[in-house]
């Protein structure tokens, strides 16, 4: 399974696959896994997400009603842009209190209200990233496993993550 899951990797470059219990595993791993990579825990995340419950997943869910009632045990790492602008994404790392090591992003959000974000979107993600040393991830828990008519939704911009969540479509 493992294997197949990385076979499935959009881009084709050689990937890793890691199983979890849920979604909010699949975040956690891959908050865990930029910090490691980058040595920077700030994230930036978008206005609208939904990435989990656990902690780390939790301080880059947008939601207050979800937020709120824990805020005192977050990080507080994250700063949200808004949704489809990766100019603005860029404006929130420069306001972030801790370097931005990561991208958290869904390539189209579901719990936020069916957004799609115009195109181009995750291209200029994926070029920001670059041009920071940041890394990409992508919460396809909602989207992937051919929800969208890919496999995962940011091959639709033909955009390869550096890190990629799935859960939903491949737990049932």
Partial sequence: LLERLAALFPGGAPARAVLGS???DAVEVA???AQLATGRAGV????GAYHGLALGALDATFRPAFREPFAARLPQATVFARFGDAADAARAARDAR???GAVLVEPIQGR???RIPPDGFLV???ALCDREGWL???DEVATGFGRTGRWFACEHEGVAPDLLCAGKGLAS
Wanted: no cysteine.
């Fill in 22 to 24: 849920s979604g909010s």
């Fill in 31 to 33: 908050l865990k896994t």
């Fill in 44 to 47: 930036v995340a978008f206005e």
């Fill in 98 to 100: 801790v370097p931005i």
């Fill in 112 to 114: 936020g209200g069916e």
């Fill in 124 to 126: 200029a993600l994926r």
């Fill in 136 to 138: 990409l991830i992508a």
